[in-house]
């Protein structure tokens, strides 16, 4: 039996919704920009798009094309707000809804779909709901087929307020009007190899040898090219309240100036550090590799492995430290440091020294207290007259979902 898969993919979603909170931005074309202050559009309306305004970009290039565009800094919350509100009309509809980003979502309909009329009639239900429960000015595009990847691709044909199944029929027809990164998975770097070996399109590539590509990317990535060029995806729509392994967790950070100052640049780090070690505190893990990515006037990535697992923010920073001594030149823009090789800290021995046992019970009133009072309520004294972040934490609409345990709802 076929699986009946959607994909609903809100349009221009977060300019969208500044233009539903504020009616005076309606028909403007207006730029979502980060909130620390660096000059990135990260998100553009409908009418901005029109004009050839893509996001992300920067405002100097926007204002060129747009002189008279709107800029509005961010608002995560209120994104977050509309996407709960989303997903609760979802899940009327089946209980197979995988949260894919803050603005879109898969639908596994296979066993409901009979239940409301039908796969069509579904959609036309979902978009009256957002219409009456979210907001008129926000819309959603729909991509309907027996899988998600070819769900996905669907969404994105007839944007904005669009509809596209995509069925065995009219697959390969589909994929010759289609390019290679409008395939999910295939960026401009790896589109760039594909040309390297001859592949242009997704028909060739669905011709390319499996050795071939194998030969260029290796087995695992090779067999993840080969399926999408075949149309083949064989993955489960998981509902967004399972529980997932978390394999790392990790902290990005765009810092607001170019800077070479090096003690500032630490301090960022270390804060860093100290969001990743709380956060592996709250999933109740700890972590062997740590790995530091510094962007800057040329990039930098680097990686170190333990054979003790860890989960302090100074135990982080001190190997940081160490993979930022190996980077030349200093001046940086952005920041991002990751902690993988999970374990559950549950499954490790417990501190041999009474030192170790001290500093666990340390983390852990200081973690009740920025529990209580907000992140950051206590900071190391490294971080003395150091500026706060002022972004959102990347995964941060995951830990909401850790931290609200929204399956308690359903």
Same mark, same amino acid.
């Given at each position: 039996m076929n699986k009946v898969i959607l994909h609903i993919d809100f349009d221009s979603y977060f300019a969208s919704c500044e233009q539903q909170f504020n009616p005076k931005l309606r028909g403007k074309p207006i730029g979502v920009t980060a909130t620390n202050g660096r000059t990135c559009i990260i998100a553009a *309306?409908?009418? $901005?798009? @029109?004009?050839?305004?893509? *996001?992300? *970009?920067?405002?100097? %290039? $926007?204002v060129?094309?747009?002189?008279?565009?709107v800029y509005v800094p961010a608002q995560f919350e209120r994104y977050w707000e509309i996407t709960q509100k989303f997903l609760n009309i979802c899940k009327d509809y089946s209980p197979y809804v995988e949260l894919f980003s803050l603005d879109e979502v898969f639908m596994d309909i296979t066993g409901t779909e009979k239940l409301f009329g039908g796969k069509y009639k579904i959609v036309q239900k979902i978009r009256e709901r957002i219409k009456k429960e979210i907001g008129e000015y926000i819309t959603v595009s729909v991509g309907i087929s027996y899988n998600k990847l070819l769900a996905k691709l669907g969404s994105g044909m007839n944007k904005p307020n669009g509809l596209c199944e995509i069925t065995r029929d009219n697959v390969w027809d589909i994929y010759s009007k289609t390019e290679l990164t409008d395939l999910c998975g295939i960026? %401009?770097?790896?589109? @760039?190899?594909?040309n390297k070996i001859g592949v242009y399109t997704p028909l060739e590539l669905r011709n390319t040898p499996l050795k071939v590509l194998i030969k260029e990317f290796k087995d695992v990535e090779g067999h993840f090219l080969k399926n999408l060029g075949t149309a083949t995806d064989e993955s489960e729509v998981i509902p967004y309240y399972f529980e997932t392994e978390t394999k790392s967790v990790g902290r990005s950070y765009c810092i607001p100036k170019n800077t070479y100052d090096q003690r500032l640049i630490l301090q960022h780090i270390y804060e860093l550090c100290e969001e990743v070690a709380l956060k592996l505190r709250r999933l109740d893990k700890k972590g062997r590799t740590v790995g530091l990515y510094l962007g800057g006037s040329n990039n930098y990535h680097g990686r170190k492995t333990l054979k003790n697992h860890i989960d302090k923010a100074e135990e982080i920073f001190a190997l940081c430290k160490i993979l930022y001594g190996g980077w030349n030149p200093k001046m940086v823009r952005q920041i991002s440091i990751w902690v993988g090789n999970l374990e559950d800290s549950k499954n490790l021995t417990l501190p041999l020294f009474d030192e170790k046992e001290k500093r666990e019970k340390i983390s852990k009133a200081v973690d009740k207290i920025n529990e209580k009072f907000g992140d950051h309520t206590i900071r190391n004294g490294f971080l003395l007259y150091a500026p706060n972040l002022k972004t959102v934490p990347n995964g941060y609409m995951a830990d909401r979902f850790e931290r609200q345990k929204l399956s308690a709802s359903l």
């Open positions: *309306s409908r009418e $901005a798009k @029109k004009c050839g305004v893509k *996001s992300p *970009s920067r405002t100097w %290039e $926007a060129k094309i747009v002189p008279d565009m960026g %401009e770097r790896v589109k @760039k190899r594909l």
